[in-house]
């Protein structure tokens, strides 16, 4: 079975892709999609992807998946090992959770700010096929709420190693593309979140925490 990969090298969220493959072994193709000249708009990659977004994985069985959560529940489903959704319901339920509000505090949160701000983006304030003006107070509530993300996790992570369930998981590998896209708005990991700064340098011990 060929899986192929529809990746962009400078995004956050085919990145999260690409990090779980990795973190599974599963060999695949990558097929870069540039999304500053606006190829993911293109006819040839919305017969792909409709919804024009990255990232997609591709198998030659005919399966197409277009977002995150049915790639992560497929490569699960397919590549059991290592496990990364948990294996009681106590463990799927806490890295369920706090994975999404790693998806909604933080990866939201600072699209919001950066997507409602960056003259490069001023007709799409929303990924997707469809664009939407900027509203500029949208940019500072997702700045504030970004910060408060990053308070958030330097709490939990007090005396953890990992983000929910006491090992490694999804939940890790989504904080991890959140913290290290919060650049773009100009937030980084400094003294005020010492819990997150000693996670963070955990996590980049990780091989595929590089790609």
């Given at each position: 079975?060929?899986?192929?990969?529809?990746?962009?090298?400078t995004?956050?969220?085919?990145?999260?892709?690409?990090?779980?493959?990795?973190?599974?072994?599963v060999?695949?193709?990558?097929?870069?999609?540039?999304?500053?000249?606006g190829?993911?708009?293109?006819?040839?990659?919305?017969?792909?992807?409709?919804q024009?977004?990255?990232p997609?994985?591709r198998?030659?069985?005919?399966?197409?998946?277009?977002d995150?959560?049915?790639?992560?529940?497929?490569?699960?489903?397919?590549?059991?090992?290592?496990?990364?959704?948990?294996?009681?319901?106590?463990?799927?339920?806490?890295?369920?959770?706090?994975?999404?509000?790693?998806?909604?505090?933080?990866?939201?949160?600072?699209?919001?700010?950066?997507?409602?701000?960056?003259?490069?983006?001023?007709?799409?304030?929303?990924?997707?096929?469809?664009?939407?003006?900027?509203?500029?107070?949208?940019?500072?509530?997702?700045?504030?709420?970004?910060?408060?993300?990053?308070?958030?996790?330097?709490?939990?992570?007090?005396?953890?190693?990992?983000?929910?369930?006491?090992?490694?998981?999804?939940?890790?590998?989504?904080?991890?593309?959140?913290?290290?896209?919060?650049?773009?708005?100009?937030?980084?990991?400094?003294?005020?979140?010492?819990?997150?700064?000693?996670?963070?340098?955990?996590?980049?011990?990780?091989?595929?925490?590089?790609?």
């Open positions: 079975m060929t899986i192929t990969l529809y990746d962009c090298a995004a956050p969220s085919p990145r999260r892709a690409r990090i779980l493959l990795a973190e599974k072994g060999a695949h193709e990558t097929v870069e999609i540039d999304l500053r000249s190829e993911q708009l293109g006819d040839a990659y919305r017969r792909l992807n409709p024009c977004t990255v997609a994985l198998c030659d069985d005919g399966l197409l998946l277009t995150n959560a049915a790639i992560t529940a497929w490569l699960e489903a397919r590549f059991p090992e290592p496990n990364m959704l948990g294996e009681t319901p106590a463990e799927k339920a806490e890295i369920a959770s706090w994975n999404w509000r790693v998806e909604f505090e933080g990866l939201l949160a600072i699209a919001e700010a950066m997507r409602n701000r960056a003259p490069a983006m001023a007709e799409r304030a929303l990924a997707g096929p469809v664009n939407y003006a900027q509203i500029p107070e949208l940019a500072e509530r997702g700045q504030a709420r970004a910060r408060q993300f990053f308070a958030t996790l330097d709490g939990r992570l007090a005396g953890r190693d990992f983000l929910a369930a006491d090992r490694f998981s999804i939940a890790d590998i989504t904080a991890v593309v959140a913290v290290d896209f919060a650049r773009v708005i100009k937030l980084r990991i400094d003294e005020q979140v010492p819990e997150l700064q000693r996670w963070r340098a955990g996590m980049a011990l990780r091989p595929a925490m590089s790609l």
